[in-house]
């Protein structure tokens, strides 16, 4: 993919049980949302993610580019909690295997997510 495996993250390795328990995966980017907007296990973990999102795009250099490879479910709670206003039932589905987003981030803000599918 053009990157080499520089770092390991826990945090972005699974969500853990209790946010199992809100939502399991796999759910579209809208049931996600729906999940961080309720305020429990899974609005702190989503958060926890743009806190990392963010202080990775900050670490850039301007132009630059980095690559999260995570699991089901973490995907989507990463992008809908770092784009809090974007139109996720026009996003459809789950992120299925090797599809994901593309976040854009000035300063410390995602100001826009475009989600890449593979064409099947």
Known sequence: MG???NKQIELISTYGMEVEREVSWPQSFEIYA???KRYGATSWY????VDYYSQLANGLEDGGAALVINHGGVVELGVVASFPDGDYASWGDYADYCEGARLYWENTKC???KILRVSK
């Open 111 to 113: 100001v826009n997510a």
């Open 3 to 5: 990157f080499a495996i």
């Open 34 to 36: 729906k999940a961080v």
């Open 46 to 49: 989503a958060n926890k993610l």
